[in-house]
């Protein structure tokens, strides 16, 4: 097994309410058996204490290297244990001449529709961006201060057909939440991922509730969704945050038995990071897969996109 630092760039600025990016800096895992190569990435996520080094590290002490089953006690959720447990499907899948989803009992998975983000900038500059991409049928907004309004309704004025996602990025507090939630209903917007700080979800209690809230960072596993019940209506499911598409399958279960609905969604990364998360976001309510939409190069075979959606990646990418 090896790990491979690489870095990929963006076709233009990055910027959520935490800071802003020009590359997507990922971590590729290989792992070789039997004369065949599974691949797995990840994006090391900041907000949740990881770096490039301390990923690469706890990958480098896995020896020998697991099986899925044993990784999931080896690593806590995160982003080193997605990379190897993706690698490791996408290895079973090479080497079994079967594809991934015939592995997870899955049926054969087909396009989804996926949201375009839309990062955060000033009004008109958030209004040029929503004009050129107001053909697409979904957009996701990153917010997350005090002043949002002027921005949401630039948005608006930009695509007034599409439908309209907000991603707070645990922005706001209690009280900003309040004051817009009405608006957020009068400017059509379909769900808010994330208005608070994780960890402060109980501030949420007795909060109207006009647009279906999403936890995102507040949602990792499945021993976090008892905590979110009667807050949140959806959940975000990330490859990063389970720790791999074994959890996020797991989770997926749960959640839909809790009442959960769900949203699969995406790091900034490439077609490699977003392949599994295609089988995780069959059926799913809202889909926001475009991490390849936001970069100016991306891995061979990549993930084909079009006006039904993100398709299923070939074999030769993954799984």
């Known amino acids: 097994m090896t790990v491979t630092a690489e870095s990929f760039r963006l076709s233009e600025t990055f910027t959520i309410s935490r800071g802003s990016r020009d590359r997507a800096e990922v971590l590729c895992v ?9 691949r797995g990435e990840c994006v090391p996520y900041a907000r949740n204490g990881e770096s490039l080094a301390s990923v690469t590290a706890q990958i480098a002490a896995l020896d020998p290297v697991p099986d899925r089953r044993s990784l999931q006690e080896m690593l806590s959720p995160g982003a080193a244990r997605n990379a190897v447990d993706c690698a490791l499907w996408d290895l079973e899948a090479k080497r079994t001449g079967r594809r991934a989803w015939e592995l997870a009992g899955l049926e ?48 608006r004025r930009g695509a007034p057909r599409a439908r309209i996602i907000v991603d707070a ?11 817009l939630a009405p608006h957020l209903a009068r400017l059509g917007v379909a769900l808010v991922e994330q208005p608070l700080p994780a960890g402060q979800d109980a501030e949420l209690d007795g909060l109207a509730r006009p647009v279906p809230l999403c936890a995102d960072e507040s949602c990792h596993t499945r021993a976090g969704l008892a905590e979110l019940s009667g807050r949140y209506d959806m959940v975000n499911i990330k490859l990063d945050k389970t720790g791999g598409l074994t959890e996020a399958l797991a989770l997926r279960v749960e959640a839909r038995a809790a009442g959960f609905g769900i949203m699969v969604g995406c790091m900034v990364g490439t077609s490699l990071a977003m392949a ?25 075979r990549p993930l084909h996109y079009d006006q039904a959606g993100v398709h299923p990646p070939e074999a030769e990418l993954w799984g």
Not at 169 to 179: P, R, V
Request: glycine share 8%; aromatic share 4%; hydrophobic share 45%.
């Open 108 to 155: 054969a998975p087909g396009p989804v529709q996926t949201a375009f983000t839309l990062s955060l900038a000033a009004p008109d500059a958030m209004e040029a961006a929503a004009r050129r991409h107001a053909h697409r049928p979904l957009l996701k907004v990153k917010l997350g201060t005090p002043d949002d309004m002027p921005r949401l309704e630039a948005v």
């Open 169 to 179: 990025n645990e922005g706001w507090s209690a009280g900003i939440y309040a004051d």
């Open 30 to 38: 290989r792992i070789a058996a039997d004369g065949f190569e599974g």
């Open 276 to 300: 599994p998360a295609t089988l995780l976001a069959q059926g799913a309510e809202l889909t926001d897969l475009d991490g390849p939409l936001l970069l100016a190069e991306d891995r061979n």
